[in-house]
């Protein structure tokens, strides 16, 4: 492995003195659509359910069939971004998302088996992740190769996190308005407008890309096959038995192995990384402590919240059947307060350590988080979760510019490139675990209280019988493929049963969630024992201090 205190100095790099104004509005623009693609899912659980007729896992799936791809490419086109200039990759992502989503538009109606229409949902889905695992880490590099003071990295990053978090709420809304148009006769089709407004957007940000100013470090880069490839295994293996061990159970040996591959293959890409003379990951690092807490604290945090993103998602959505509009004030509250304070948090990361913003903001989250799992959803009002929700907004308004700030400022300017891949493929694992991990943990556990109520009640058990004679086939099907199944078929003789199950099993999983975060915020105030009150971009030379 190359030594981290080389000369970062290349003669083949292209380098950014500043940040132009044409560099500003297509970085942000970007990661604005990349995270519009990314949350857009949320606020159409319910008209995918209705319209796709869609098991539990398969509507798990639509959203991490972007995530995944995402998770597993940001590190490459990390390194690509170094090696041939971040602003063809900023085009490059903005039309291949536009791509998918048009894929994801031409997604045919369900018929009597929805196997060809998921298979074409989750395909788009799957091309958009790879778009927006290019945009991710290229913007974010640009933004970090531009600026070479605290000051104007601390001001930087606080306008890419506010188009980041722009883009979480500008999705429900964007959701929520275009699904109230017509397409065709079927009222729970509209959610192919969503994508339709995504794939403009896409069109849009791959314009004003042309005006970016390019930037690279290739010194020290490759495309470090082994890596890549061990990389991508692991976390796509882990990631496909946490989500089926929910259907196909934990014993089973799908899921099992998939835990062996994964454990197998980050074996072999630390081995992979430590023998590469230019790593896709530089192990070194790790070594510096800034750099590694706020690694595990950005998965713990990034978790927490996406869980509380995607717990909400289901509570308004599939179990309580509010309307995308209805939904879409939820996700205002989570992530409007990051484009409303982003003065506050530039401020903050630039005057004191960004750790203060990270562990106070990961605090925030875990109290809203307990809040929420406190109220039931049997009163089917948003009023009493608003106030938990805008907890959580403004902790993670404050948490994602600390992430950003601690992981961006700790490593040398020329390898803000590896630092961006890094922290932002940690951010959107813990991102992609955490519909994932909840996903699993409430659905296992509603099923589980479904069955003990079934197992309970011979009166039930009869219900059902006769409902299963004589029930239209596909509403049959619906209720036997899970909890949100159940409940989304009127009239079932389980239906209350499956609302109150799922009502238990979120609750648990918004506990969860306020568990990770509250961890995520005691390793961040760990951190700031031995850190400085304010900490300067790092040099080579002060990299492992």
């Known amino acids: 492995m190359s030594d981290l205190t080389t000369a970062p100095a290349s003669r083949h ?15 942000a623009l970007a990661v604005l659509v990349a995270q519009v693609g990314l949350a857009i899912p949320a606020v159409l659980n319910g008209l995918f359910q209705q319209d796709l007729h869609t098991t539990s896992a398969q509507l798990t799936w639509i959203s991490d069939a972007f995530l995944v791809p995402v998770t597993l490419l940001e590190l490459s086109f990390g390194a690509l971004g170094d090696l041939f200039g971040r602003k063809r990759l900023l085009i490059g992502g903005s039309l291949l998302m536009a791509v998918g989503e048009l894929i994801s538009v031409l997604t045919p109606s369900a018929g009597t088996s929805n196997t060809a229409a998921i298979a074409t949902l989750w395909t788009g889905q799957a091309l958009t992740g790879i ?11 640009m ?16 306008v890419w996190s506010a188009a980041l978090s722009s883009g979480g709420f500008v999705s429900p809304l964007l959701g929520g308005l275009v699904t109230k148009m017509s397409w065709g006769d079927d009222p729970t089709a509209t959610w192919r407008w969503a994508f339709v407004a995504v794939f403009l957007l896409a069109l849009i940000s791959a314009a004003v890309a042309l005006t970016a100013r390019n930037s690279s470090a290739p010194e020290g880069r490759s495309l470090d096959w082994p890596g890549q490839i061990t990389v991508a295994v692991s976390l796509f293996a882990l990631l496909f038995a946490v989500i089926q061990g929910a259907t196909s159970g934990w014993s089973s040996p799908w899921v099992i192995g998939g835990f062996v591959v994964a454990v197998v293959f980050f074996a072999a890409f630390i081995a992979a990384e430590r023998r590469s003379p230019a790593p896709l990951l530089r192990l070194s690092l790790f070594a510096n402590r800034a750099f590694a807490v706020s690694s595990l604290v950005t998965v713990l945090g990034m978790f927490a919240f996406l869980g509380t993103a995607y717990s909400t998602s289901i509570r308004l959505a599939a179990i309580q059947e509010f309307s995308p509009l209805e939904t879409a004030i939820a996700f205002v509250l989570l992530q409007g307060f990051a484009l409303v304070l982003m003065p506050v948090t530039a401020k903050t990361i630039h005057s004191y350590n960004p750790r203060w913003a990270l562990g106070a903001g990961f605090l925030l989250i875990a109290a809203g988080d307990f ?25 993670f308004a404050f948490a994602l510019s600390g992430v950003t700030a601690v992981a961006v400022n700790t490593v040398p300017n020329h390898l803000a490139g590896m630092a961006s891949g890094t922290t932002s493929q940690l951010r959107d694992f813990g991102f992609t675990l955490g519909p994932a991990v909840i996903g699993a943990i409430a659905l ?22 006769k409902f299963g004679a004589s029930a239209p086939p596909e509403a049959v099907g619906a209720v ?41 915020a005691l390793l961040a105030a760990a951190g700031m024992l031995g850190g400085a009150a304010r900490r300067p971009l790092v040099t080579e030379e002060s990299l492992h201090d």
């Open 444 to 465: 296992s556990a509603a099923a589980s209280e479904i069955q003990h109520k079934l197992h309970a009640s011979s009166a039930l058990r009869a219900a059902m019988e």
């Open 480 to 520: 036997n493929s899970g909890p949100l199944g159940a409940n989304a078929v009127a009239g079932n003789p389980i239906q209350n049963v499956a609302f109150h199950a799922l009502d238990h099993a979120y609750a648990i999983g918004y506990v969860v969630c306020g568990v990770s975060a509250l961890v995520a």
């Open 131 to 141: 778009g927006a695992a290019v945009l991710f880490p290229t913007s974010l590099a």
């Open 371 to 395: 809040w929420i799992a406190a109220q039931s959803a049997v009163d089917r009002s948003l009023w009493p979760i608003v106030a938990p929700l805008v907890l959580v907004g403004i902790g």
């Open 143 to 158: 933004v970090a190769a531009g600026t070479h003071t605290a000051k104007d990295r601390a001001r930087g990053i606080a």
């Open 13 to 27: 790099a292209i380098t950014t003195p500043f940040l132009t104004p044409g560099t500003r509005v297509a970085t």
